[in-house]
């Protein structure tokens, strides 16, 4: 009787120990990227924490080209929104008089449209 009892339990940890062993190869593939993902985070926050400085000037860096980025839009949009049209051609508003074109023109409204590419301010202010 102890032998047959000594018997289902080595068929028990038979049994246990393959079915720990298929599990490892039926591994979902999420289950796997989630584990090495972790992985690939600790090992950046180990790496973050050994090296604070180079993060604290890379945070800069980014939020400083945020700043830049954000600033050449308000200037653009100001620039969009305060500027006439007479400003583009006041350089050249004397040799309208001569050539004899008034504002409003076919000819002025070219002439400004192409000024207008020129200086990159044509167009709608979101395209």
Do not use: W
């Amino acid at each position: 009787m102890v032998k047959k009892e000594k018997l289902g339990i080595e068929e028990l940890i038979e049994s246990v120990s393959e079915t720990v062993t298929s599990s490892k190869k039926r591994k979902n593939i999420f289950v796997k990227s989630k584990f090495y993902m972790n992985n690939l985070l600790e090992i950046f926050y180990e790496f973050k924490k050994r090296y604070p400085l180079l993060f604290y000037s890379i945070k800069r860096i980014f939020f400083a080209l945020i700043t830049m980025y954000a600033a050449v839009i308000v200037i653009y949009c100001m620039i969009s929104f305060i500027v006439k049209d007479e400003t583009y051609l006041m350089d050249i508003s004397g040799i309208f008089a001569k050539l004899g074109i008034q504002v409003g023109d076919a000819k002025y409204n070219q002439i400004l449209a192409t000024r207008k590419k020129i200086l990159g301010v044509d167009g709608t202010l979101l395209h």
